[in-house]
């Protein structure tokens, strides 16, 4: 995934998805996890809206992004 977007998707992103907010607690648990291990995120369904915004929600939160995302419905 990406781990920068240029100026003018930044502000799309930030209007989309910036009112979605995540507990600190469980980013603070995915960075422990991340560090003494390899973090997998499982997704329930295969979008690119859901693609977009999980990209954009680590990358806010300084998560580890997924280096590969696929599967089969």
Do not use: C
Not at 1 to 22: C, N, V
Not at 52 to 57: E, R, T
Not at 60 to 69: D, K, N, S, T
């Amino acid at each position: 995934m990406h781990d920068q977007y240029g100026a003018m998707l930044r502000p799309i992103f930030a209007r989309l998805f910036g009112s979605i907010h995540y507990p600190a607690e469980s980013a603070e648990k995915v960075r422990e996890f991340a560090r003494t291990g390899i973090v997998v995120y499982v997704a329930r369904a295969r979008s690119s809206l859901a693609l977009l915004y999980f990209n954009h929600a680590l990358e806010r939160l300084g998560l580890p992004l997924p280096e590969f995302v696929g599967g089969i419905n």
